[in-house]
């Protein structure tokens, strides 16, 4: 079974952690009907068609791959407590401990799929000095290990790399244990028809417990977490294997749909896995074909931002750490969507979130409903729910980041630094527009096969907030667009050769590649009149015409690439040159940069990052056809406005009076009415345990 090789602390369950997820009843107790099981064994039979689940080979490929790392990190200690001078007895008790957590932990992980893993060390064996110097140090020399990229400086540290051709996501905590015991890893996984009962023969370091907390720095509690959460996940599901069946396919669905993405503020992992243990807990007997069907129902339903919880939020006042809280925490007020993480501390795992975002995610989650309905009544089948979202024909206006590099190496880190900030350029052109102006990012990468050098493309979908429709309004981004550029200069790893690029597009000059890489279409050319032609003409070249005149070499001469340039800040403003648009469509651009950096000897790189200008949007009503953008109401709104389940005419959701009011019978403690950027956050659905003064 998945993830059955490795040391997973188990333990009891802390006193407030409940299968039922708290004090909260199930919605509904229906059992499956026989259309039920028949549409569930369709799902089941379209999912193995699509390839989601890896074959034997492959998984005892992993699971060989994983003993490897075990004795890799084991033996990496023993030599770091002989360096460091202990005597003989603690060598011979020198060990570390790997654990997995994620999709391969909770099962529901596919072929090519990375692996998340963690790797417990002593107190003496520290992060930053130890694991990404000497560790690394022994990866690099190793045959079996490819693309080492070490990440010390994000949220959670990271050091990832492929382990003969298996990518793994490596993290390291160091407990406040000079010794960590030795780990019986014979365990079994046991299934019922409704516990999932984890059976261990002997364990000497429980990784639930709270005591691993104590004395660790804030970046060890947030990598310890993974593993925590994914055992409490397992813990509260009333059926695992249903879970695993409705996670593997809302994984595939949302990756189809676009939402799948943490770093660009969508949804990562953890929060996909939170939903759908949520949904498991209000109908603990249903299949996953109703599931998935109610898992749509409920969320076009919910009133963000309720918050989204499996149990009570504990807070132990011994160790003192800091839980998702918006009464004492202000920043918690500002999350849009939060879903909170089951073990202690617990956090809100899509912090990310922003509005723009959102918004996207709700449309997608009311057109996963709108299918779920005409599937149940035989409208369709399941592989209309996995069409994928068509990004490209959805906007009139995009924004691009180009990023290229000297090669793949330095282009996978500085691919990296930049995508881990794109969603504070969201961020930043909300707030710079006073929310009006939206973007929707795209978490796919592209990049032109006919330019030979490393390079790759995000896009960002632009749209005015519904409701906000002002003839001629312009929106000038260039100082957000600088800011940004300025904040990615930053980077301490920087190299000559990397730079950046952020221009916009409109969808007629969408690349032919980009298409195929999503595999997409682009619609034909549509007839317009002359002066709508002429609102569609951009100052700036196409993306592809960019970096071809920067790249392309002569004669098979060298390729030009960047050319030397300062870690400066952003380059002084360009002397601006706008066209003058139709009516409500006015895009004012600088040809000139605002490169991160500033150039030393040449303005190929100063002239490389064509920042954006004043942006004025089409009144979208007045756009014919393929041009107008696939938006509908404000979903925050409409989902404060939604009335409970009357309007789904289901048997078994009489009960469902209100998503709002899931956890209100039992509370006994109700959160202070807190200012959010969409709203109030409703009491009803927060419970915190624990002898708290509100």
């Not at 060598?91 to 790997?98: D, I, P």
């Not at 364990?203 to 947030?222: H, K, M, P, W």
């Not at 990012?441 to 493309?457: F, L, R, V």
């Not at 309007?647 to 006994?668: M, Q, W, Y």
Request: proline residues 5%; charged residues 25%.
């Amino acid at each position: 079974m998945a993830g059955s090789f490795v040391a997973v602390g188990r333990g009891r369950s802390r006193s407030s952690l409940k299968r039922n997820g708290g004090a909260d009843p199930p919605l509904s107790l229906a059992m499956p009907t026989v259309a039920d099981l028949q549409k569930t064994a369709e799902l089941e039979k379209f999912l193995v068609e699509a390839s989601l689940y890896e074959g034997e080979e492959e998984s005892a490929k992993r699971e060989e791959v994983l003993r490897e790392i075990d004795q890799i990190v084991k033996e990496w200690v023993k030599q770091l407590t002989i360096q460091k001078g202990y005597g003989e007895q603690m060598v011979k008790e020198a060990n570390a401990v790997l654990f997995t957590f994620g999709s391969y932990r909770l099962g529901v992980h596919g072929p090519a799929a990375d692996i998340d893993a963690l790797c417990i060390g002593p107190s003496y064996v520290k992060r930053e000095e130890d694991f990404f110097v000497t560790l690394h140090g022994a990866l690099s020399e190793m045959e079996e290990v490819t693309e080492l990229q070490p990440v010390p400086d994000a949220h959670v540290p990271v050091m990832k790399f492929k382990f003969r051709g298996i990518p793994i996501d490596l993290l390291y905590a160091s407990v406040s244990l000079p010794v960590i015991p030795p780990f019986q890893q014979q365990w079994m996984d046991l299934l019922c028809s409704t516990f999932y009962i984890i059976q261990r023969v002997d364990y000497n370091f429980d990784i639930s417990q709270g005591s691993v907390l104590c004395d660790v720095d804030e970046a060890t509690v947030r990598s310890l977490n993974g593993c925590r959460v994914a055992d409490q996940i397992l813990r509260l599901v009333p059926n695992a294997e249903n879970f695993r069946k409705t996670l593997r396919c809302l994984k595939y669905w949302a990756q189809r749909r676009g939402v799948y993405s943490n770093v660009t503020g969508l949804l990562g992992g953890v929060s996909w896995a939170l939903l759908v243990a949520r949904v498991c807990q209000l109908y603990p007997n249903a299949v996953p074909s109703m599931l998935v069907s109610r898992f749509f129902r409920v969320f076009t339903q919910w009133q963000w931002p309720n918050p989204v919880m499996l149990c009570t939020i504990e807070n132990d006042g011994n160790l003192g750490l800091s839980v998702w809280d918006p009464r004492k925490n202000p920043r918690d007020r500002s999350h849009v969507m939060p879903i909170i993480t089951p073990a202690y501390p617990c956090m809100n795992s899509s912090y990310n979130v922003s509005t723009s975002t959102l918004r996207v995610i709700m449309k997608q989650f009311q057109f996963g409903n709108k299918i779920c309905q005409e599937i149940e009544l035989n409208k369709a089948n399941w592989s209309a729910l996995f069409e994928p979202f068509q990004f490209f024909e959805a906007y009139t206006r995009y924004l691009v980041v180009d990023i290229v590099a000297d090669d793949d190496d330095d282009l996978r880190l500085w691919k990296g630094w930049i995508e881990s900030r794109l969603r504070q350029l969201t961020l930043k052109i909300e707030r710079d527009t006073k929310g009006v102006l939206q973007c929707h990012p795209n978490p796919c990468e592209y990049a032109d096969p006919s330019i030979q050098c490393a390079h790759c493309a995000f896009y960002m979908g632009l749209s005015r907030k519904e409701g906000m429709k002002i003839r001629g309004q312009k929106f000038d981004i260039r100082g957000t667009v600088d800011e940004f550029m300025h904040e990615i200069g930053m980077y301490t790893l920087w190299k000559s050769g990397m730079d950046l690029a952020v221009t916009h597009v409109c969808k007629k000059e969408i690349p032919s590649y980009v298409f195929e890489q999503s595999c997409q279409k682009p619609c034909p050319p549509m007839p317009i009149c002359a002066d709508q032609e002429d609102t569609e003409v951009c100052t700036t070249v196409s993306l592809a015409g960019q970096l071809k005149r920067k790249y392309d070499s002569v004669g098979g001469a060298d390729i030009e690439l960047c050319k030397s340039v300062r870690r400066a800040s952003v380059s002084p403003a360009c002397e601006e040159t706008s066209s003058q648009l139709h009516d409500d469509a006015n895009f004012g651009l600088t040809n000139c940069s605002a490169s991160p950096h500033g150039s030393e000897e040449s303005s190929v790189s100063g002239n490389s990052c064509a920042a954006v200008g004043t942006i004025g949007l089409v009144d979208e009503t007045s756009i014919p056809g393929c041009l107008m953008p696939n938006v509908e109401n404000d979903p925050t709104r409409t989902i404060l406005e939604q009335t409970p389940s009357e309007s789904v005419g289901e048997k078994d959701e009489r009960k469902l009076e209100g998503i709002e009011s899931l956890a209100s019978s039992n509370c006994t403690e109700f959160m202070e009415v807190a200012e959010v950027v969409t709203g109030t956050i409703l009491t009803e659905n927060v419970q915190f345990s624990g002898d708290e003064v509100i």
